[in-house]
């Protein structure tokens, strides 16, 4: 039961760190833009 | 409209509607130019971040009927379902960057494979790949917005068409003006929401439902191959033909391509692995509603399997997680019919005008801007019309998938073989798909002789998918070695047992008959074709340049194809 609950939920927590890592690299990159005067896109 | 499946109120959902579309279109607005570049407008000057290409790659990939279908995987074939949907779909993006690295390095600044296809050949390669491209991203368009009118008309009172119109409405309002850019920046705002969507509605649901417990209490719902992780049903059913279809799916999107031409070229490959890993999480963990759903001895509406998600969504989540769910779907179906109708904007523009009608030293970026929005509305148009009549999408898609597969070693030898020529490829793709026709199709009887000779190209299939992945890798000589050693392996397994999977053989007929045809047609050819050329030729239209007046009629410029100087 374990190994199962653990099989199910596992890929919303590996979906929640990639949602940080995009998040943070969003960021980090409309920072930087901004301290450049660019536009983001 | 059934009552019993009205889950929101008409007011609510307009106000749901109105909350993502106009968001969506607020966001599209602060970017956007009174002067677009033509250039901006498809690829967006081919240095978008990690972030946002991240973020735009996972977002297009997921698509509302991989989520559909992952669930139905696992509520069909068990635990290992999902696995054998989302693992191998993941598998797309991350078998493709390391053509992806080589293709940019090739065409810098290209906007299309079919664009480079153009340079490297001529037009009737381009034209090939350019047509797959076309009915395959219109199909996934019809698709999005079938899944939004279901849904639409499944949580409200509202009915399909008028779901199907709200959608499309919304998809056009907010990427017509911008194009690919505001494609990719809205992108991650849907990404984040359908991230964050599922990181909290699968384990919710998953205690709602009774889990833990209910997997010892619903065992008994479950088949022996159901509950064995390593089912050969679903790896045969299932996985087998997706991994057939790693490279096509890759290779024949446009979406995919756009965003390869977009990205910085120094993040493809974080782009790429980030995205495969989004991806795959994503799905699979959607997938796991339907393993759910199966142990609860869930039986979906009218025996539907594309009823699971909404129906377990509509049973154990509250009202606030119901509508958060409603986001999560409709910014799926909006992420990639925003791309479809960016890609299809880029092959009108690009493939069509740029380089066909006009000629690149000619095509004035104005047209090319009119052209690219024209587009999207009569995209819009004719899937919104396919959609109501409701056509039957999954045979559309596997004749489009063969196509991509008959055109997968045609396209990826063209940038690294300097001896293929136009003719190689234009007969071997026409060629594969005579052959995979009348197998997918069962056109003729799988007895006998033709059985085993369909076995055996499929068998050299095998090792032909498989050497192409690992040459993408590792280069020719392990490809080679592990292309031939999976040929041998199979075979003794495969040779009178393929005949009985028509779906699977058939895409590896098409892989085999357009690489063996290709081959042979390229190897005693004394072509040795220049690569500087494509980065010369496939470039920015849009340089700020007034375009180059008449042109006498039947004069050589410098858009002149590779064929052409043959």
């Known amino acids: 039961m374990l ?39 | 409209m059934n009552p019993e499946a009205v889950g929101f109120s008409a007011l609510t959902i307009v106000l749901l509607l109105v909350l993502f579309y106009g968001g969506t279109f607020f966001v599209s607005t602060r970017i956007g130019k009174k002067n677009e570049n033509a250039d901006g407008y498809m690829t967006a000057g081919n240095k978008i971040g990690f972030g946002i ?43 493709i960057y390391p053509f992806g690295k080589r ?44 899944a939004g009118g279901v849904l639409i008309s499944m949580l409200s009172p509202f009915n399909f068409i008028q779901g199907v119109f709200a959608v499309a409405g919304g998809v056009l309002l907010y990427t017509l003006w911008s194009g690919f850019r505001a494609s990719v920046l809205t992108d991650f705002m849907q990404v984040i929401a359908m991230l964050g969507a599922v990181a909290i509605i699968v384990p919710f649901i998953f205690f709602a439902a009774g889990f833990p417990a209910a997997f010892e209490t619903g065992a008994a719902n479950l088949t022996a191959q159901q509950s064995n992780f390593f089912s050969s049903e679903a790896f045969l059913n299932q996985g087998a033909p997706y991994i057939a279809a790693v490279l096509a799916y890759a290779i024949g999107n446009q979406t995919i391509a756009q965003r390869l031409f977009a990205v910085r070229e120094d993040l493809i490959k974080p782009t790429f692995i980030t995205a495969t890993i989004g991806y795959g999480a994503m799905v699979i963990g ?63 523009m690009a493939d069509i005008y740029g380089q066909n009608i006009a000629g690149k030293k000619k095509a004035n970026p104005k047209t090319m801007l009119l052209v690219g929005r024209l587009t999207m ?16 999408i999954l045979d559309l898609l596997v004749f489009v998938g063969a196509l991509w597969g008959a055109l997968v070693f045609p396209v990826l030898a063209s940038f690294y073989w300097k001896k293929v020529t136009n003719k190689a490829f234009t007969v071997s793709v026409i060629a594969a798909l005579a052959v995979f026709i009348p197998v997918r199709f069962d ?11 369909i076995e055996l190209l499929a068998i050299l299939g095998i090792g032909i998918v498989l050497g192409l992945m690992a040459f993408g890798f590792f280069g020719l000589r392990p490809a080679m070695v592990i292309g031939i050693g999976a040929s041998v392996v199979a075979a003794p397994f495969c040779f009178g047992f393929l005949r009985d999977y028509t779906t699977l053989s058939a895409s590896l007929v098409a892989y085999s008959v357009s690489t063996i045809i290709c081959y042979l047609m390229s190897f005693r050819s004394t072509q040795n074709f220049d690569f500087a050329v494509i980065a ?29 100087r043959e």
């Open chain 1, 3 to 41: 190994a199962l609950s653990l099989y199910v939920l596992i890929w919303p927590v590996i979906v929640a760190v990639v949602a940080i890592v995009i998040s943070k690299a969003f960021i980090s990159e409309a920072r930087e833009a901004k301290r450049r005067g660019e536009d983001l896109i």
């Open chain 2, 53 to 95: 290409s991240a973020a735009s790659m996972t977002a297009t990939w997921i698509w509302a009927s991989s989520m559909y279908a992952s669930a139905s995987s696992g509520y069909t074939y068990g635990i290992s379902g999902p696995i054998h949907y989302g693992l191998w779909g993941a598998l797309m993006i991350l078998f």
């Open chain 2, 103 to 146: 293709i940019r390095k090739v065409a810098p600044k290209a906007h299309t494979l079919a664009e480079v296809m153009y340079v490297r050949h001529g037009r009737s390669s381009q034209l090939m790949l350019a047509g797959s491209n076309v009915v395959g991203s219109v199909i996934s368009l019809m698709s999005n917005f079938i």
């Open chain 2, 286 to 348: 959607v997938g796991m509603l339907g393993v759910l759903a199966l142990y609860l001895g869930f039986t979906p509406t009218g025996g539907d399997l594309n009823n699971i998600i909404p129906e377990m969504a509509a049973s154990y989540l509250p009202g606030i997680l119901l509508a958060l769910f409603f986001i999560m779907i409709i910014g799926a179906l909006s992420s990639t019919a925003d791309s479809d109708l960016s890609a299809l904007s880029s092959i009108m």
């Open chain 2, 377 to 392: 509305v009569a995209a819009t148009a004719l899937a919104v019309a396919l959609a109501s009549m409701q056509m039957n």
């Open chain 2, 443 to 453: 056109l003729i009887p799988m007895t006998g002789i033709t059985a085993v000779l």
């Open chain 2, 536 to 564: 010369e030729r496939a470039g920015d239209f849009d340089t700020g340049e007034q375009p180059v007046a008449a042109v006498p009629a039947g004069s050589r410029n410098s858009t002149r194809t590779a064929q052409e």
